[in-house]
């Protein structure tokens, strides 16, 4: 079974599109405030035996507040990821019009590499492609590719993350490249399984699989309200994070499976998973998935 992990997307900027994100932060949303629930959540989980943290260059502070907290004991103990690609841009503002912005040109790794470096203070075990999708040009562009396997000679495992109705193209596409990449970070959960034959077959070809959005933002918690999960999930005596996790967890093709939690309480829950069989009832329409998705507000 895949070991839990903890990714700090929502915890290292004071905006992100998760159900009841600003409820989460009603105690402050300035960096002090982010800085020491970053550090606690960290302390809970390593605590808890967690030893996979993710961030990424447009997580606000998240790569920075994680530098922060490791010791060199604790780093010689952990994983961790980061991803380039994206610049956070909202200027620590929760009602910024654009939080981050999207451009995986060579010029871009070249800025954030060094960025990543000084902010953890030293390399990322991985380093993705932050969301990869079908309209990149990144798989493409032979200058990248080329330094990217540079890095990859250096023993940092090189990979990329996906999103969109289109993940398993997009991972397929990169898989038939045989190299630079060995990694992948999915968006899976149980209402949204279509990358998974494509996860299968990275996972037979060697690479680290990580499950990210398992709890699908939010919509696989108490915070959806009354909807068909959640009252299976009530009538089996299970929280619907904890049902939720355990399903992705339960993937044979999965390493590492993200919790997003943001208190002291999600994480316990989230970390208490439950595993109750594949649930393929309440898998939805990819194009529905996304669309649904892509109407998240960022609060």
Do not use: C
């Not at 447009?58 to 530098?67: C, H, Q, R, T, V």
């Not at 032979?142 to 330094?147: I, S, V």
């Not at 208490?272 to 507000?297: C, H, I, K, M, N």
Request: charge should be negative; glycine fraction near 8%; hydrophobic fraction near 40%.
């Amino acid at each position: 079974m895949a070991s839990i992990g903890l990714g700090l997307a929502a915890l290292g900027r004071p905006g992100y599109i998760n159900l009841g994100h600003d409820e989460d932060l009603s105690a402050g949303r300035a960096v002090e405030d982010l800085r020491l629930r970053t550090h606690q959540l960290l302390e809970q989980a390593w605590q808890a035996g967690v030893r996979y943290f993710d961030a990424a260059r447009s997580y606000g502070l998240a790569e920075k507040f994680l530098g922060e907290w490791l010791t060199p004991e604790r780093r010689t103990h952990l994983t961790i990821g980061s991803k380039w690609g994206y610049t956070y841009v909202a200027d620590w503002r929760h009602d910024a019009d654009t939080h981050e912005v999207k451009d995986h040109s060579l010029a871009t790794f070249e800025r954030q590499w060094p960025e990543t470096l000084q902010a953890l203070g030293g390399p990322p075990d991985f380093y993705l492609v932050h969301s990869l999708t079908t309209d990149s040009p990144a798989l493409d562009d032979k200058r990248l590719l080329d330094r990217l396997r540079e890095l990859a000679d250096t023993g940092v495992r090189v990979g990329l993350s996906t999103s969109g109705p289109h993940q398993a193209e997009t991972l397929r596409k990169a898989l038939k490249l045989g190299g630079p990449f060995s990694a992948v970070q999915a968006t899976w959960n149980v209402l949204e399984t279509s990358a998974a034959p494509a996860l299968a077959e990275a996972h037979d070809a060697g690479w680290f699989v990580v499950v990210k959005e398992a709890v699908a933002n939010g919509r696989l918690t108490a915070r959806a309200g009354e909807t068909p999960f959640n009252t299976f999930a009530a009538k089996h005596h299970h929280a619907p994070d904890a049902l939720a996790i355990g399903a992705a967890m339960s993937q044979p093709w999965a390493d590492v499976v993200l919790s997003g939690a943001i208190t002291s309480e999600q994480l316990e829950s989230n970390l208490a998973y439950q595993v109750d069989g594949p649930l393929t009832e309440f898998t939805q329409q990819v194009e529905e998935y996304w669309t649904e998705r892509s109407a998240l507000p960022w609060r």
